[in-house]
C-alpha cells in the first residue's frame, strides 16, 4: 500500500530542496546502465524493477538505489540476498531531512523511519552474518545521520559557568528520528552477527572520536544513549581501549584546565566508573596518573555539582582496588580544597567521610594532622551547613575509631576549634555539636583533654598579652610621630581612632 501511494506522489519540477533530495524521474540515472534486478528471487506479486525503482526514487535519491529494490521487505528475498537487501536499506536513510520544520518532507521523513525500524528489527533478529560492505554502509550512515555540530545554544546552560544549571535543557527536534538511529547502532554493535576483528576496520579511532564529541549534546537523552553504545564499543572492541580512555581523558583536561564547559563530563564519569571496576591488579601506573592527574583536578570546576557523584564513584572504586591510594586521594582533595564556595566544601567533606570509612590504619596517620586541621578550619565555619557536616564526623563510628587510636595527635589540633566554636558560635546546632564532640573526646580520655584545654588556656592567654603588648607598642608609636615636626611635603596624621582596626 505504502509504495503504491507513493508512486502516485506527482513529481516536484521545482529547483529541490538540497542536493542530496535530488530525484530522478527515470530509472537509471545519467551515464549509468540500468541493473537487471532479481526477480526471480521475489514472490510473483512484488512491483516490477523499474516501477520500484521510481517509487523509492520518490523519496531518495536514484544514485543510492543499487541492485536490489530497497522497499521491499526482508521476508520477500531470501537469506542469501538479505545483505544486499540491507545496504541497500541502509544507503536511503543517508539522507537527511530538516526536523526544525515539521511539515517539510512528512512523507519522505516517515518512509525513512519506516526503513529504520525495519533495519532495527532485522538487526535484532540476528539472522544473517554481517558482510563487510553491510558493515561499511552502516557505519556511513551512523556518520551521515548522528556526527554533527551543535550550534553555540546548546551550550547556553554552563556558559555562564554553572549559574543557569536549573534551566530547562535544550530537546533536540530530530530526536524521534535520531533515537532509532542510535538503537539500530547498538543493537549493530552488541549483535552476534557482527565480526569485532572486521568491523575494527571501519568502527576505528576516527569513529570514536566523532562520537566522543557527541557527548557535548544538550539533550540528556542523546548522552545516555551514547553512554550506552560507548560502554558496549568499550567491551568488544579490545584493541581500541587504551585508545577510548586517552581520548576520554583528554577531553577531562580540555575541560579542567581550559574550558571548564562541556555538557558530558557526568556520563564520560559513569563509563569510567565502569572501567574502573574491570581493572585487573595490581593497578597499572598508567592507571594511577589517571586518578592523580584526572579525577582529582576534576573537583576544581565551579559545576562540580553536575558530575560529583559519578566523580566520587571513581575515586572510590580507585581505593577499593587499592586502599593505599586513600592518602594520595586525601591530599588531593586538600589540595583543591574549595574557601568560599560553601555547597562545594560540604561536597568535599561527604567524599572525605566516604574515603576515611575505608582507609587503613597506616593511611590515616600518614595526612592525619593536615586532614584536621583542615576539618577544623570547617567547623569554626560561619556557614552552619559546613560546620554541621564537619562535625557529623563524630557520629561515625569508624572515623570515631581512628581518631580514638590517634587521639594525642589529633585532639591537641582539634581541640582549638572546638572551643572557638563553643565559645562564639551564632548557630545553636552547630554550638550543641560542638559541645557533644568536646564530651565525646572527654569520654574517650579526660586525663588528655584536661591537659590540652589547660595548654590551650594557657596559649590564649599568652595570646592575649602578646596582642596587649602589640597595642601598647602601636601607641607609643603613634604618640611619637605625633611630635614630630611636619616637614616639606610630606602630611603625617596619627589619630586614635587608628588603633581600633582590627586585624
Known amino acids: 500500500m505504502l509504495r503504491q501511494f507513493l508512486s502516485k506522489l506527482p513529481r516536484k519540477s521545482g529547483k529541490p530542496d538540497s542536493p542530496e533530495l535530488a530525484r530522478s524521474n527515470s530509472c537509471t540515472t545519467a551515464g549509468s546502465t540500468p541493473q537487471t534486478h532479481r526477480s526471480n528471487s521475489l514472490n510473483s506479486g512484488s512491483v516490477r524493477p523499474c516501477a520500484a525503482k521510481r517509487t523509492s526514487s520518490a523519496v531518495f535519491p536514484a544514485s543510492v538505489v543499487a541492485g536490489i529494490e530497497p522497499l521491499l521487505p526482508f521476508k520477500d528475498v531470501p537469506n542469501s540476498e538479505k545483505m544486499n537487501l ?228 571513581c575515586v572510590t572504586q580507585f581505593i577499593e582496588k587499592e586502599p593505599k591510594l586513600s592518602s594520595t586521594v586525601i591530599r588531593g582533595l586538600l589540595k583543591y580544597w574549595p574557601i568560599t564556595n560553601s555547597q562545594k566544601e560540604v561536597m568535599f567533606l561527604g567524599e572525605l567521610e566516604e574515603i576515611l570509612e575505608a582507609i587503613n590504619m597506616v593511611e590515616f596517620q600518614r595526612v592525619m594532622v593536615p586532614l584536621f586541621w583542615r576539618i577544623g578550619c570547617c567547623i569554626n565555619s560561619f556557614h552552619f551547613q559546613v560546620a554541621e557536616r564537619a562535625l557529623f564526623f563524630w557520629n561515625n563510628d569508624q572515623i570515631v575509631n581512628l581518631i580514638a587510636h590517634n587521639r594525642h595527635v589529633i585532639l591537641p589540633v582539634i581541640l582549638p576549634f572546638l572551643e572557638k566554636n563553643a565559645q562564639n558560635h551564632w548557630n545553636q546546632a552547630v554550638l550543641n555539636l560542638t559541645l557533644n564532640v568536646r564530651k565525646i573526646f572527654m569520654e574517650m580520655d579526660d586525663v588528655l583533654f584536661m591537659s590540652c584545654h589547660t595548654h590551650f588556656m594557657e596559649e590564649e592567654a599568652n595570646l592575649s598579652i602578646l596582642a596587649e603588648k602589640r597595642k601598647e607598642a602601636w601607641e607609643r608609636l603613634e604618640n611619637a610621630a605625633s611630635l614630630q615636626p611636619i616637614t616639606g611635603n610630606t602630611a603625617v596624621l596619627v589619630t586614635p581612632l587608628a588603633t581600633s582596626i582590627a586585624c
Not at 535543557?169 to 554493535?189: C, E, S
Not at 580512555?245 to 581550559?258: C, D, L, T
Not at 593497578?283 to 576544581?300: A, M, T
Open 86 to 313: 540491507f545496504v541497500s536499506k541502509v544507503s536511503l536513510c543517508c539522507v537527511t531531512f530538516d526536523f526544525t520544520d515539521p511539515a517539510k518532507s512528512s512523507i519522505e521523513k516517515d518512509v525513512k523511519r519506516q526503513t529504520l525500524l525495519e533495519l532495527l528489527d532485522f538487526v535484532a533478529s540476528g539472522s544473517v552474518r554481517f558482510s563487510e560492505p553491510a558493515i561499511l554502509a552502516m557505519c556511513r550512515m551512523c556518520a551521515v545521520n548522528l556526527f554533527r555540530v551543535f550550534p553555540p545554544n546548546y551550550r547556553s546552560s554552563v556558559s555562564n559557568g554553572g549559574e543557569n544549571d536549573d534551566d530547562e535543557p535544550m530537546f533536540d527536534p530530530a530526536w524521534p528520528h535520531l533515537q532509532i538511529v542510535y538503537d539500530l547502532l547498538l543493537k549493530f554493535i552488541t549483535s552476534s552477527c557482527l565480526d569485532a576483528k572486521l568491523a575494527k576496520k571501519y568502527i576505528d579511532h576516527s569513529f570514536i572520536l566523532r562520537l566522543l564529541d557527541l557527548f557535548d549534546s544538550e539533550d540528556p537523552r542523546e548522552r545516555e544513549c551514547l553512554k550506552t553504545i560507548l560502554h558496549r564499543v568499550y567491551g568488544k572492541f579490545m584493541v581500541h581501549r587504551p585508545f577510548i580512555r586517552k581520548a576520554i581523558s583528554n577531553i577531562f583536561y580540555r575541560f579542567v584546565f581550559e574550558t571548564e564547559r562541556h555538557n558530558g563530563i557526568a556520563e564520560l564519569l559513569e563509563i569510567f566508573g565502569s572501567i574502573i571496576s574491570g581493572f585487573a591488579l595490581p593497578l597499572k601506573e598508567e592507571h594511577k596518573i589517571f586518578l592523580w592527574r584526572v579525577l582529582i583536578p576534576l573537583h576544581k570546576p565551579k559545576t562540580l555539582g553536575v558530575y560529583f557523584q559519578q566523580l566520587s564513584y
